[in-house]
């Protein structure tokens, strides 16, 4: 299974940007998905995360009210809007598929992970 990240960039603080997970391989349509993110120096935290048909999804606190993750089953594809995007937001975001068909924070049941796309939020 291959996953790959794309939509990041650099924007200015209050903007928005929406991420894009595309997987191949073997249909992903039944697993859970997820975005972590990893800033400089920092350990890769939970973002959002959403069951397989959709269902339930999960958020970090600090992106709650700002942060949508949706899927397309029908393309194998997981989004992620940003609104409201702070400086805090800066870090290389990864797109993730889970074990299992729920919604997961926990980044160890993540079986297979993408490249990572840079967002990048400035003052």
């Known amino acids: 299974v291959q996953l790959q990240a794309s939509g990041g960039g650099l924007v200015q603080a209050g903007g928005s940007l929406r991420l894009s997970c595309a997987t191949s391989g073997r249909t992903k349509s039944n697993y859970g998905m997820g975005w972590f993110r990893q800033a400089p120096g920092k350990e890769r935290e939970f973002v959002a995360a959403?069951?397989?048909?959709?269902?339930?999804?999960l958020y970090a606190d600090s992106v709650k009210g700002r942060f949508t993750i949706s899927r397309d089953n029908a393309k194998n594809t997981v989004y992620l809007q940003m609104n409201s995007l702070k400086p805090e937001d800066t870090a290389v975001y990864y797109c993730?598929?889970?074990?299992?068909?729920?919604?997961?924070?926990?980044?160890?049941?993540?079986?297979?992970w993408g490249q990572g796309t840079q967002v990048t939020v400035s003052s």
């Open positions: 959403i069951a397989w048909s959709s269902i339930s999804t």
């Open positions: 993730a598929a889970h074990r299992e068909r729920y919604a997961s924070g926990f980044r160890s049941e993540y079986a297979y």
